[in-house]
């Protein structure tokens, strides 16, 4: 059951209880002002830095490869045209020049002669040359030692065939030699012959004196 008096105690409760936003103390007050000012001070600061990286941004130079790169376009000749007219301009001098390094007769004079070998490029690697020409003797002695090896085992194996052919076809004559026929004829030859009569014993009876 319903308490009557409750009814009463609630209307008191809200009477008593305040109306509207709560008065803040000088403390508070103070704190929200701090915590606006470190606001505003983050916000300064963030502008400052955006506004830092748009002028260094706006200022960078720009990239020397890619102006190079357009320079060497410019002065490059476009079509055909320009490109045979350019090579007319040249000297005698530069066209004997650029025939000369264009050519491949002295590079196989310096072959035929052997002047490559006495450049510095070459003689500096006069040491490797030598252990990579050791390793090519090496190798092709291990070649030639494997191939040797190789007929050795083959001529070996047919030996060792011939002579298991060997061994059998004696096993088989012998076994042939032991048949009782084939002594027959042997011991024929000889002048002796099998007995038909079955093999008695003899006893042997002393004599008395």
Request: hydrophobic share 35%; charged share 30%; proline share 6%.
């Amino acid at each position: 059951m319903k308490n009557p008096f409750s009814f009463r105690f609630r209307s008191k409760k809200a009477a008593k209880s305040p109306q509207g936003n709560r008065i803040l103390s000088p403390e508070e007050i103070a704190a929200q002002e701090a915590q606006k000012m470190q606001l505003a001070e983050q916000q300064a600061k963030e502008k400052a830095r955006k506004k830092a990286q748009d002028s260094a941004r706006s200022t960078r130079p720009r990239n020397r490869i890619a102006s190079v790169d357009k320079e060497a376009d410019a002065k490059r000749p476009n079509s055909f045209f320009q490109r045979f007219v350019r090579n007319g301009k040249r000297s005698p001098q530069e066209k004997r020049e650029r025939q000369n390094r264009q050519s491949i007769g002295p590079v196989i004079r310096d072959v035929l002669s052997g002047e490559f070998l006495t450049r510095e490029g070459v003689t500096r690697h006069i040491p490797y040359l030598l252990f990579v020409s050791a390793l090519f003797i090496a190798y092709i002695a291990m070649g030639y030692q494997f191939e040797r090896i190789e007929r050795e085992k083959l001529t070996t194996k047919r030996q060792l065939k011939e002579l298991s052919a060997e061994f059998k076809t004696l096993k088989a004559e012998f076994e042939t030699e032991l048949q009782q026929s084939t002594v027959e004829q042997n011991i024929a030859d000889l002048g002796l012959k099998q007995t038909v009569e079955p093999p008695f014993l003899l006893e042997y009876q002393p004599v008395a004196p």
